[in-house]
């Protein structure tokens, strides 16, 4: 007799099965293009392409040294100071941003009293205010007839103010920055395992020992990504600093005088693009140090 070879049953199906896979494969890909297709258009369109336009618009040469702009902005000691002054004071109103509002958010994720939905209300309520207004709440607590003026003429006969430097803009960076920290403390908080605190509790850590090995540890991925994310505003924050001064020798406001007022379109574009840089650098060492969730609670 001859022998009759036979095909495993399991083989056959795979084999029959493998059209419609590759079919479902196919069809998944086209439904993820597509549900892509919006967001790619809209960010080629409103970033990679005006980004490209400022990066190549940027190196062109500067039309006060007659070199690269970019090269400028390092060797000028005006575009020195000011891209130094706006790293500056972005990195330290996110560590005391992360410093205050962290103890806060984590004290009123833990702690359940009567009016703390009001209170966290209130805390958060800044994020529901513009540059502009910010601006103006900090001249009306530190400008020449502000709150702190009028008080220390009445005491010690002069003015006291901080609105038009750069503590007055550290004031108002802080105070738009505090309810995002918050928020995002409490959430990391929520998610947070209590069992690992009992655990080293019940092993005789004290309450230092527990917020250092523990808490900390446990929230520090939402503690990088708010900071981070407070950084990144500050230094793109123009509404705060214009309403408080156009003196103020920060890059927002650099950008601003080169294009509106001396036309100077070079340097405006190499300064974006530093801006940019900068920020998106801070945003993707902290996600990475985050483990790749930037903005999540923990």
């Known amino acids: ?60 040469a500067d039309r006060s040294s007659g070199i690269s702009t970019y090269l400028t902005i390092l060797t000028h000691r005006q575009y020195l100071i000011s891209l130094v002054t706006t790293v500056g004071i972005s990195l330290v109103v996110s560590i005391t941003a ?105 092993l005789g850590a004290n309450t230092w020992q527990v917020t250092k090995d523990v808490i900390i540890p446990g929230i520090a991925p939402a503690l990088l990504s708010t900071g981070a994310i407070c950084f990144a505003t500050s230094m793109g924050a123009f509404g705060t600093a214009f309403t408080l001064g156009t003196r103020l020798s920060i890059l927002p406001l650099n950008i601003y005088g080169e294009f509106t007022n001396y036309a100077n379109f070079a340097m405006a574009a190499a300064l974006s693009v530093v801006l940019g840089v900068i920020t998106w650098v801070a945003l993707s060492l902290a996600r990475r140090l985050a483990g790749g969730n930037l903005g999540a609670s923990a």
Not at 32 to 59: D, N, T
Not at 104 to 121: E, P
Not at 162 to 189: H, K, N
Request: charged share 10%; hydrophobic share 55%; proline share 4%.
């Open 1 to 60: 007799m001859t022998a009759v070879s036979k095909q495993p049953s399991g083989a056959a199906s795979y084999v029959n099965r493998r059209p419609l896979m590759m079919s479902s494969t196919r069809r998944k890909n086209l439904i993820a293009l597509f549900a892509l297709m919006p967001a790619l258009v809209i960010f080629c369109a409103f970033w990679l392409l005006p980004f490209s336009r400022l990066i190549v618009m940027g190196a062109e």
């Open 98 to 202: 992360v410093a205050i509002a962290g103890v806060a958010g984590f004290f009123l994720a833990r702690q359940h009293f009567f009016g703390k939905a009001v209170l966290v209300a209130i805390l958060t309520f800044p994020l529901a205010f513009p540059g502009v207004v910010v601006g103006f709440l900090v001249i009306m607590l530190g400008g020449r007839q502000g709150a702190l003026a009028q008080t220390s003429l009445w005491l010690f006969g002069e003015r006291w103010m901080f609105a038009y430097s750069l503590a007055g803009l550290f004031i108002g960076y802080l105070y738009f920055s505090i309810p995002r920290v918050i928020t995002t403390v409490m959430a990391a908080c929520d998610n947070l395992d209590q069992s690992l605190e009992e655990a080293a509790r019940s």
